[in-house]
């Protein structure tokens, strides 16, 4: 997937999360490989698809109304 592809998902997942929980978790099979591993905030990894929806549908009950505004996106090179 090329760095502009990357980024054009990342635009769409945020669209979506921004719709409110129906659509995020909706959008999640779309927009993530079945092993990804998510670094949250927590110090504590997120892995697997099945935790992620689970973790944001935690999320969203805790936060209903959050909305996220996507200033850059990195994409380019390895890290």
């Known amino acids: 997937m090329s ?3 990357i980024k054009a998902l ?5 669209e979506e999360f921004n719709k409110g929980k129906l659509a995020a978790m909706a959008v ?5 490989a079945t092993n990804i591993v998510y670094h949250n ?6 892995r697997g698809l099945k ?4 973790f944001f549908s935690d999320f969203f009950s ?4 959050v ?3 996507l200033d850059d996106v990195v994409a380019e090179g390895d890290a």
Request: proline fraction near 3%.
């Open 3 to 5: 760095a502009r592809e």
């Open 10 to 14: 990342c635009h769409h997942f945020i």
């Open 28 to 32: 999640l099979d779309e927009t993530n």
């Open 41 to 46: 905030g927590t110090g504590e990894d997120v």
């Open 51 to 54: 935790e992620i929806k689970k």
């Open 62 to 65: 805790a936060f209903p109304d």
């Open 67 to 69: 909305h996220v505004t």
